[in-house]
């Protein structure tokens, strides 16, 4: 089992910067796949960004491609996405999930931004 906790969360104005956490514990590895989703009010899950194991190649959403960035510190199990320029319709709940073709998939609790002036 892999437990994750986000964290990084809160409200923010418009054109301002927040940065998100993911912690695993349990039964960790590089070589999970570490991605971001967000879901707003009424909205569908979306996909935001994600950074590969091993070789930490990252992929982004079109609607933040250019504002945030994906990266990992390995040696302290975290995942980090920076949001720079942030936007009102960034508003939802940001959760991570960390997955793997042999190790299954797991998610964290989510951690609210909220982006209003």
């Known amino acids: 089992q892999v437990q994750l906790v986000e964290s990084g969360g809160g409200v923010v104005q418009p054109g301002g910067s927040l940065r998100l956490s993911c912690t695993a514990s349990?039964?960790?590895?590089?070589?999970?796949?570490m991605i971001w989703y967000r879901q707003a009010p009424g909205k569908d899950y979306e996909f935001v960004a994600q950074?590969?194991?091993?070789?930490?190649?990252?992929d982004y959403g079109d609607s933040v491609k250019g504002r945030f960035t994906i990266s990992r510190d390995s040696s302290k199990m975290t995942a980090y996405l920076q949001m720079n320029s942030l936007k009102p319709e960034d508003t939802a709940v940001y959760y991570c999930?960390?997955?793997?073709?042999?190790?299954?998939?797991?998610w964290g609790q989510g951690t609210q931004v909220a982006v209003s002036s």
């Open positions: 999930k960390a997955t793997s073709p042999l190790r299954g998939d797991y």
């Open positions: 349990g039964r960790t590895s590089p070589s999970y796949t």
């Open positions: 950074i590969s194991g091993q070789r930490n190649t990252t």
